[in-house]
């Protein structure tokens, strides 16, 4: 089976790898010069940033992709476990080290900011066991369709239960609240409109943990990259995809600023609002914005702070260090969400992190000049309630021989919700 998959970002190049290993005949058209998305690097004078995400939970799903597309990942790639999830620091002046992968941990870093809010905190994560368990085994992991989920699932998708009120009804201590939203704030979500279920991901981090790839995320997309050859996909670099060819309700080719390009299937691994032919079965979503984002080569001595910090208030400031930097130097990322009347490292000094004098190299990027270099948001759908589960695509869409993969197509934009939606992509499509 000829299959076009239309965006080189994870989301395509995992379901292009799959596919090809599964004997399809694999071209993918991505419309930047390189493949990669959000996994690629910003680089200027010898500074090195990660462009999107710096860690994933669940690395099992990075593990599957590279097993059932070739060599294994301990072949290509070493996986580095973080202690410490994230730094969350609170207007009151305390702060809490969150650690990933242990109940025991976490209950003992709350303790530390306040006695008793451990065993508060590690209840309410318990408490996504079963969602986990039910979602994963009938939405994550299996190929499914709006009027065809099972009964438990579609008890979950269907719940007025909004993650606000369910945090509000759980925690009366606001920095606990604030760590569980956390996640869905930083991309751009109001807490109001997110689905409780959704908030499984504290259980995620409590149960998996917090990795990184060693050398920095953009080694997946080369890693990736290199599998695209391995398993001869026809790459389409520098070719935008203007939309999907139809004949007789079906999907028969894609039209491409250099020509049509034909095919059996189509996978959309991109924003659909792009594709003429996808754009009215997703007019009633919208895209999680990115946030302001400064990319910060430093010198001298800079804070010694963890992989993330989450700095609470309004502005919502997030820091992550760890980029590659010259000798002696340092490469920050930070991330400002809400009421940004000032520069950001001027915010991020009332703080009391304070590197103004310390920066040789600033590349600043508003939320429109991101969407634009990707082609769209990596955090995907806007929750706009619990209907937006059922508005999004993927993997299978109301066209046939059409399927959709990527942030856009998941209720997340992380890279293991992604990359599960490529499996199911695979699934659904089966094997040439």
């Known amino acids: 089976m000829r299959v076009v998959v239309v965006g080189g970002g994870f989301g395509g190049l995992a379901s292009a790898v799959r596919l090809a290993k599964t004997g399809h005949e694999v071209t993918l058209v991505e419309r930047s010069p390189q493949v990669g998305g959000a996994l690629a690097e910003v680089t200027s004078e010898g500074f090195a940033w990660d462009a999107g995400p710096t860690a994933t939970v669940m690395p099992a799903v990075v593990r599957d992709l590279f097993r059932k597309s070739g060599r294994p990942l301990e072949r290509e790639l070493e996986l580095v476990q973080h202690q410490v999830v994230r730094e969350h620091r609170f207007d009151d002046g305390t702060s809490v080290r969150l650690p ?4 025991a941990a976490q209950i003992a870093a709350f303790d530390e ?4 809010l451990g065993l508060r905190w590690a209840d309410h994560v318990a408490s996504y066991a079963d969602d986990w368990e039910v979602l994963r085994r009938g939405y994550f992991e299996q190929p499914w369709t709006p009027d065809a989920l099972p009964r438990d699932v579609a008890a979950r998708l269907d719940s007025r239960e909004v993650l606000h009120k369910r945090l509000r009804k759980t925690f009366k201590d606001e920095r606990l609240r ?10 751009g979500h109001d807490l109001r409109n997110v689905p409780a279920w959704a908030g499984l991901v504290s259980y995620l981090e409590q149960r998996f943990g917090c990795w990184t790839v060693e050398g920095g995320m953009p080694r997946l997309g080369t890693a990736l990259a290199e599998r695209l050859v391995t398993r001869q996909v026809t790459v389409l670099t520098g070719t935008d995809v203007r939309d999907i060819v139809l004949r007789g309700g079906r999907a028969v080719a894609v039209a491409t600023d250099a020509g049509e390009i034909a095919a059996d299937a189509v996978v959309c691994a991109v924003d659909p609002r792009r594709l003429p ?3 009215p079965h997703v007019v009633r979503t919208m895209p999680a914005i990115p946030p302001v984002v400064s990319y910060l080569g430093l010198e001298g001595d800079v804070p010694d702070l963890p992989h993330e910090v989450v700095v609470h208030g309004d502005p919502l ?4 260090t760890g980029g590659r930097a010259p000798d002696g130097c340092a490469a920050w990322t930070v991330h400002g969400r809400g009421r940004l009347a000032e520069d950001l490292l001027r915010a991020l000094a009332r703080e009391e992190i304070d590197v103004r004098k310390n920066v040789v190299v600033r590349l600043d990027r508003t939320p429109r000049q991101l ?3 990707w082609g769209g948001s990596p955090h995907g759908v806007l929750w706009q309630g619990r209907a937006t589960v059922r508005q999004r695509l993927g993997p299978t869409t109301p066209v046939p021989g059409v399927y959709a993969a990527g942030a856009h197509a998941t209720p997340g934009g992380g890279l293991p919700y992604v990359g599960l939606s490529a499996a199911l992509v695979a699934q659904a499509i089966g094997p040439a």
Do not use: I, M
């Not at 900011?113 to 008793?116: A, C, V």
């Not at 400031?317 to 992550?320: E, K, Q, S």
């Open 100 to 103: 990933g992968g242990s109940r």
């Open 113 to 116: 900011l306040e006695p008793g």
């Open 178 to 187: 604030l760590v569980a939203g956390h996640p869905f704030v930083a991309e």
């Open 277 to 279: 032919a996808l754009a």
């Open 317 to 320: 400031l997030v820091v992550r």
């Open 371 to 373: 969407v634009e270099e």
